[in-house]
């Protein structure tokens, strides 16, 4: 079965100006369009695989039926770039658009505690978030995990994505330009600024606790 561009838990007009209805037409119904329907081009055939240079060689594993995850991990093992970059990011966005709210959150509970623990104040948190997807040179995703019960912020490099690197995420925003340029210009600060204080669903964040984040935005 095709994957499919899974449709937003919210409707686009519902946060305003935060993030625009045009913003959403494009960045869901484009951008991330295109990466399901390219990866779906690729795992078409079970029988060749096209490697970095644009040969087609030999595929020893079934891709056609396979969960998103296994696409994603068998192209990145096999060097695979551009089944990977594709397949990658619509994990990458379908878990962003989870992360998104229209309707302002604070961390609570659990989640509020390890914030505290980890980073001394959900302030101190936003803050240090802000610096690394300010700071991440071109194209990529900011992301709050946990490690071993302490909670971490990182960065990942254009399409690359948790699923290879053995992290549980919690969070993430995406910096890529397509995702802010229309309302915000070249003000990333700004977007990542209006996001965090208005936009987190600290629900998703605290649900990802169990662990189970990477399920969350994968499809079979």
Not at 117 to 134: M, N, Q
Request: proline residues 4%; aromatic residues 12%; contains cysteine.
């Amino acid at each position: 079965m095709p994957f499919i561009l899974p449709e937003l838990p919210y409707d686009e007009i519902s946060f305003g100006g935060l993030i625009s209805a045009e913003t959403f037409d494009f960045h869901h119904g484009k951008h991330h369009k295109a990466y399901v329907d390219k990866t779906n081009v690729f795992v078409a055939n079970d029988n060749v695989f096209v490697a970095n240079d644009n040969v087609f060689v030999a595929n020893d594993v079934a891709l056609s039926g396979a969960p998103l995850s296994k696409v994603i991990t068998v192209a990145k093992a096999k060097g695979n770039t551009q089944l990977f970059k594709n397949a990658a990011q619509i994990w990458n966005h379908s878990f962003y658009w989870q992360c998104l709210t229209p309707e302002k959150q604070v961390p609570d509970g659990q989640l509020k505690t390890m914030i505290d623990e980890s980073f001394g104040s959900v302030e101190t948190l936003l803050a240090k978030f802000k610096e690394e997807a300010v700071a991440h040179f071109a194209s990529g995703w900011a992301w709050l995990i946990v490690d071993g019960g302490t909670l971490k912020i990182t960065w990942l490099h254009d399409a690359d994505t948790p699923l290879v690197h053995d992290m549980k995420p919690l969070l993430t925003i995406d910096v890529w330009e397509h995702a802010y340029y229309i309302d915000y210009r070249n003000a990333r600060p700004d977007y990542v600024d209006a996001l965090l204080a208005n936009a987190i669903s600290w629900e998703f964040v605290a649900e990802n606790l169990d662990g189970q984040g990477l399920s969350r935005a994968d499809q079979s």
